[in-house]
């Protein structure tokens, strides 16, 4: 059994690069951070990308995903201890991000959050037929993910190939742990004191067409309250936004001045330029 099936790991998606600022990726409520390949080539340009990803069976608490990723974390500046870390999580990872920034915000140079779950209490919709999931038979599973594809992602902004990706990844959770993620979605909180101590900056992206989750709204919320805070809308996005083509991280960090100076890739466009 690989080592994903038996505890949270971080994967490396292509080079291991210890010389560059560590890019911590949280992943949504598949937790596989397989979801993140094509955005992995860019982010390459200036970071040592390591994701995330939480073996299917895995029910623990908030508190102990978010030791588990402290851990990890702890791990890579073991072996690289002098550089900055950024931490980016989207939607189920956005949350687990806030727990985790709040928990040891010593550790984080900046933090991204894209279309964050907290917003998951405000859709009473939601919140009830997550209640309901547990009742649905392990065969018809598979449909119901398909039945919810086009509300987790703007379909026709999303390649082909990407598309089944994406279903095949959703399809690949136990329904258990859905169940279990969702019902953590549900419970989620962390208070707005907390989050007033984190004096980093924190880049809010939200797809401006999520019809998962009131995601502009959420981070217009989440704005007001940290201290150092901006946010990005995507105008055409969904709730999936990194899958869609013409999306690009690394350049929205880059065009939002969310980059620092001595990223490679940033001193080489300051030296050309």
């Known amino acids: 059994m690989s080592d994903v099936e038996l505890n949270p790991c971080f994967l490396t998606p292509n080079r291991v690069q210890p010389d560059y600022p560590l890019f911590v990726y949280l992943p949504g409520l598949d937790g596989t951070g397989q ?58 990872g956005g949350c687990l991000a806030m727990k985790v920034a709040t928990k040891a915000p010593q550790l984080f140079k900046r933090i991204i959050l894209i279309n964050p779950a907290s917003a998951f209490h405000l859709r009473p919709g939601l919140v009830w037929t997550s209640q309901l999931t547990y009742l649905v038979p392990e ?61 980093q900056s ?32 995507l105008p055409d996005c969904g709730h999936a936004c990194l899958l869609e083509k013409d999306i690009n991280l690394y350049k929205i960090l880059r065009e939002h001045q969310f980059l620092e100076s001595q990223l490679p890739a940033v001193k080489e466009l300051e030296t050309r330029g």
């Open 202 to 233: 924190v880049l809010l992206i939200a797809g401006a067409s999520d019809r998962l989750l009131p995601s502009v709204n959420e981070a217009r919320r989440l704005v007001n309250i940290l201290p150092n805070a901006k946010v990005v809308v």
């Open 35 to 92: 979801l993140l390949r094509s955005q992995t080539a860019g982010l390459e340009l200036g970071f040592d990308v390591r994701c995330l990803a939480i073996p299917r069976q895995d029910l623990t608490t908030w508190d102990v995903l978010t030791n588990n990723v402290l851990n990890l974390i702890h791990a890579e500046l073991e072996k690289s201890s002098q550089r900055p870390i950024y931490l980016c999580g989207e939607s189920f």
């Open 139 to 199: 065969c018809l599973y598979d449909i119901g993910a398909l039945g919810l594809l086009p509300f987790l992602a703007s379909l026709a902004r999303i390649p082909r190939n990407i598309r089944y990706e994406l279903l095949k990844t959703m399809r690949s959770v136990p329904p258990a742990t859905v169940t279990w993620r969702l019902s953590l979605l549900k419970e989620f909180y962390v208070a707005e004191e907390q989050l007033r101590r984190l004096a």
